[in-house]
């Protein structure tokens, strides 16, 4: 077909490179490719990656079995649940609690006097150890302990999977293997002058300060729901109060967006954690079973309540991100960096509109089955890798975890993934919205939002026959009414 009109021939083209260049990116990151930047010297961070103790390719790659099938292999409910994840190999279960109680006398409005416990919650932002800690706390202790009881909700309500003490669906797992990405890589130890223990993360990190608006101000902002909420009972209980090391007092009084990040957290979790554990208890009410847990609601009805909130997330998530890189503290950090980690960063900011389009679970469940996602090794120096590396074409999502491909189909992605990043910084702002509206509209359903990562994998690594059939699969979910 010949367009008479140049100009809207221009916008055409372009838009399907932009396409392109987005279903690459969610391969890259959700799926089957990491990218491993050979030309900087890896000495400095072969300390913190471990490989000896720990299989980053096949965290990263995923274990491409069915959660459950995975649990009941390793012992349900037992401390070998986590095992061959990043979690387990950080000592998750031994991390160390952040809160202390300490009972102390109050008086009510009517001048009663009672005692009740205060909480204090000790905070070594910027630790790897320290931020791992408070992920732990916000996942397992902070919901049922302190948020719910002065909701004057039930806190045994397993809202995060099938068991509170697993809490497998919850949200955060996904930030703490960035978490764990961020250190492995060497992104949060900078210069010569600083420790480099695989712990320690430096002021001067624009990847550590990005990564305090999603750890750090994540529990700040938990927190001040928790004081903002009415007590119960009219009893004048002691608000919680948290201790931060001395670098994260200082950002807190000086950087305001990281202020504004924690306003974010805090309207979020006011306003969409009571609405979500209301609906899990109205859906369990209704099959009249005791005790509420996601065991006692359909899977169906499950899997919806968790898009929902996981829209939620993301909506938060890309206001958090947007703020915290427009700061002036942000674009004094990343101008510190490598001018080809720079384009990486600014490109794994943008990547979020796409995740958050796609409605992408930030569960351990997706982290178990599809792995963590696949980032580089090291702080990119170079885009010029790969040219020499033989192509591998997949026709299935297995051969990612056969030894006998494996390497050559990550040799393959170092290009491509570094590439990526810096076509989305270059990515025009309209293109980039028809991206995110193409791909909203794809994934309107939950179980589409599900398999989106093999989705783009078969589209992106197939051969031309398995690209052609999944494209129309796509097609016919962005042009089919929902339902």
Not at 82 to 92: K, N
Not at 318 to 342: D, F, G, H, M
Not at 379 to 388: C, D, H, P, R, V
């Amino acid at each position: 077909m010949v367009y008479k009109n140049r100009k809207r021939q221009f916008r055409i083209e372009t838009s399907y490179g932009a396409m392109i260049s987005v279903a690459r990116v969610f391969v890259l990151f959700m799926s089957g490719s990491r990218a491993v930047t050979e030309t900087h010297d890896r000495t400095r961070c072969s300390s913190t990656l471990r490989k000896d103790e720990f299989d980053w390719d096949a965290w990263q790659i995923g274990t491409g079995k069915p959660y459950a099938a995975v649990v009941e292999s390793n012992g349900k409910r037992d401390a070998s649940f986590l095992d061959g994840t990043c979690f387990a190999d950080r000592g998750w279960n031994i991390l160390p609690s952040i809160a202390t109680l300490r009972s102390i006398k109050v008086e009510s409005p009517k001048g009663e006097a009672s005692v009740v416990d205060a909480t204090t919650l000790h905070v070594d932002g910027h630790s790897v150890r320290g931020r791992m800690a408070l992920l732990r706390y916000l996942i397992e202790e902070w919901e049922d302990s302190l948020f719910f009881p002065k909701l004057n909700l039930q806190p045994d309500v397993a809202i995060w999977g099938s068991s509170g003490s697993t809490n497998e669906y919850h949200w955060l797992w996904a930030y703490g293997a960035q978490l764990d990405w961020q250190q492995r890589s060497g992104r949060l130890a900078i210069g010569k002058d600083e420790p480099d223990d695989g712990d320690h993360i430096s002021v001067r990190s624009w990847w550590g300060y990005m990564n305090y608006c999603f750890s750090v101000a994540v529990l700040l902002g938990a927190i001040e729901a928790t004081n903002s909420i009415q007590t119960i009972d009219d009893v004048q209980e002691t608000a919680v109060t948290v201790e931060l090391d001395a670098d994260s007092q200082r950002l807190m009084e000086e950087d305001y967006a990281v202020r504004d990040c924690v306003t974010y957290w805090r309207d979020f979790f006011q306003c969409e954690y009571p609405n979500y554990q209301t609906r899990i208890r109205d859906a369990t009410k209704q099959l009249d079973e005791k005790p509420i847990t996601t065991n006692n609601i359909k899977e169906e009805d499950f899997q919806r309540l968790r898009f929902e909130f996981q829209k939620e997330v993301w909506k938060v998530h890309t206001k958090v991100i947007e703020r915290a890189a427009s700061s002036a503290r942000s674009k004094q950090l990343l101008n510190v960096l490598p001018k080809a980690e720079q384009q990486f960063g600014l490109g794994w900011s943008r990547m979020v509109d796409i995740l958050a389009a796609s409605v992408f679970p930030t569960d351990l469940v997706t982290l178990i089955e599809d792995g963590s996602g696949f980032l580089p090794y090291n702080i990119t120096m170079t885009t010029a890798l790969g040219q020499n590396t033989p192509k591998v074409v997949i026709e299935n999502p297995a051969s990612y975890r056969d030894p006998h491909t494996r390497r050559n189909l990550v040799a393959q992605s170092q290009q491509r993934s570094i590439d990526t990043t810096h076509q989305l910084v270059l990515l025009p702002d309209w293109a980039l919205s028809t991206m995110v509206h193409f791909w909203s509209r794809v994934v309107r359903q939950p179980w589409i939002s599900r398999e989106m990562p093999a989705r783009v994998n078969r589209l992106v690594h197939g051969s031309v026959k398995v690209k052609l059939k999944e494209l129309f699969r796509v097609l016919v979910l962005f042009v089919k009414p929902k339902i």
